[in-house]
């Protein structure tokens, strides 16, 4: 099975609504077909949990080539548009960025996120520039999705995050973006403010004081993206089994609540 780029479309059509589009980012094949036979309808990586997952820290370390290798066998093991986290494209070269994200779109991505980080939003508008003329190309309608770490790394004072995270939403749609992850906002009147400001369909983090998807709905999102946040529960969650074995070798508290080896076998096995 792969991912093809006739999927673009379905996965643009996702961000019109009438429902909430919620991603459950995956780090892996495995994860992505496991997510996907739970009702996944896109399928979006973390960056943060395939970094960890094949030994890196986050945050623009992981190589390429293993990042290309670990999307192609996602695209093999799902039906359902995907999409990548390409963080900043790794590369600061705005011709380079969009050679790296041209490759995961050979391999059956019809979608991106880029990130401004701590740059200049001019710098990620060029890189946008250069993915959207790649992925036409490649005869791929990418849909790039924004983000801005306005309010992740405190940018801004928290009195003009909201202003500022719609000034580099006008430029980055200009340069072609399709969608803005205003990554890091919690707060309705604030969130409403951006989904208001802009045309984009704007994209959320889950946090633990984030709105309930009703509400977020409400305000005006489009999509809301899990983040690294269950690859963070599962690590979190593996490490206590582990050091409890280490420390006990009993084999009792391995099983609750663990997924069969025939039903986790057949999934990765579909007819």
Same mark, same amino acid.
């Given at each position: 099975?792969?991912?093809?780029?006739?999927?673009?479309?379905?996965?643009?059509?996702?961000?019109?609504?009438?429902?909430?589009?919620?991603?459950?980012?995956?780090?892996?094949?495995?994860?992505?077909?496991?997510?996907?036979?739970? %009702?996944?309808?896109?399928?979006?990586?973390?960056?943060?949990?395939?970094?960890?997952? $094949? !030994?890196?820290?986050?945050?623009?370390?992981?190589?390429?080539?293993?990042?290309?290798?670990?999307?192609?066998?996602? +695209? &093999?093991?799902? *039906?359902?548009?995907?999409?990548?986290?390409?963080?900043?494209? /790794?590369?600061?070269?705005?011709?380079?960025?969009?050679?790296?994200?041209?490759?995961?779109?050979?391999? #059956?991505?019809? #979608?991106?996120?880029?990130?401004?980080?701590?740059?200049?939003?001019?710098?990620?508008? +060029?890189?946008?520039?250069?993915?959207?003329? +790649?992925? @036409?190309?490649?005869?791929?309608?990418?849909?790039?999705?924004?983000?801005?770490?306005? /309010? $992740?790394?405190?940018?801004?004072?928290?009195?003009?995050?909201?202003?500022?995270?719609?000034?580099?939403?006008?430029?980055?749609?200009?340069? !072609? +973006?399709? #969608?803005?992850?205003?990554?890091?906002?919690?707060?309705?009147?604030?969130?409403?403010?951006?989904?208001? !400001?802009?045309?984009?369909?704007?994209?959320?983090?889950? &946090?633990?004081?984030?709105?309930?998807?009703?509400? $977020?709905?409400?305000?005006?999102?489009? &999509?809301?993206?899990?983040?690294?946040?269950?690859?963070?529960?599962?690590?979190?969650?593996? %490490? =206590?089994? =582990?050091? @409890?074995?280490? *420390?006990? %070798?009993?084999?009792?508290?391995?099983?609750?609540?663990? @997924?069969? /080896?025939?039903?986790?076998?057949?999934?990765?096995?579909?007819?």
């Amino acid at each position: 099975m792969t991912a093809r780029p006739d999927t673009a479309p379905t996965f643009r059509a996702l961000h019109q609504g009438p429902d909430l589009l919620v991603l459950p980012n995956v780090w892996d094949a495995g994860s992505a077909r496991l997510f996907e036979s739970l %009702g996944a309808k896109a399928i979006a990586t973390t960056s943060a949990g395939m970094a960890w997952a $094949l !030994g890196f820290p986050d945050g623009n370390a992981l190589p390429v080539d293993a990042l290309v290798h670990t999307v192609r066998t996602i +695209a &093999r093991a799902i *039906r359902v548009p995907l999409t990548v986290d390409a963080e900043a494209g /790794y590369s600061d070269d705005p011709a380079t960025a969009a050679e790296n994200v041209a490759r995961l779109l050979s391999e #059956g991505a019809v #979608g991106c996120n880029l990130e401004d980080g701590s740059g200049p939003p001019e710098l990620l508008a +060029a890189k946008i520039e250069r993915v959207k003329q +790649a992925g @036409a190309r490649l005869g791929v309608d990418v849909f790039v999705n924004a983000r801005t770490d306005v /309010y $992740l790394r405190k940018l801004v004072p928290p009195e003009r995050r909201v202003e500022e995270t719609l000034a580099r939403a006008a430029r980055y749609q200009q340069a !072609g +973006a399709d #969608g803005l992850f205003a990554a890091g906002v919690t707060d309705a009147a604030e969130i409403q403010a951006i989904t208001r !400001g802009t045309s984009l369909p704007v994209n959320v983090l889950a &946090r633990q004081d984030l709105p309930a998807p009703a509400e $977020l709905q409400r305000l005006g999102v489009r &999509r809301l993206s899990a983040g690294s946040a269950i690859p963070e529960a599962i690590w979190g969650r593996a %490490g =206590a089994l =582990a050091s @409890a074995f280490l *420390r006990e %070798g009993h084999s009792a508290s391995l099983f609750e609540a663990a @997924a069969s /080896y025939p039903s986790l076998n057949a999934l990765m096995n579909p007819k």
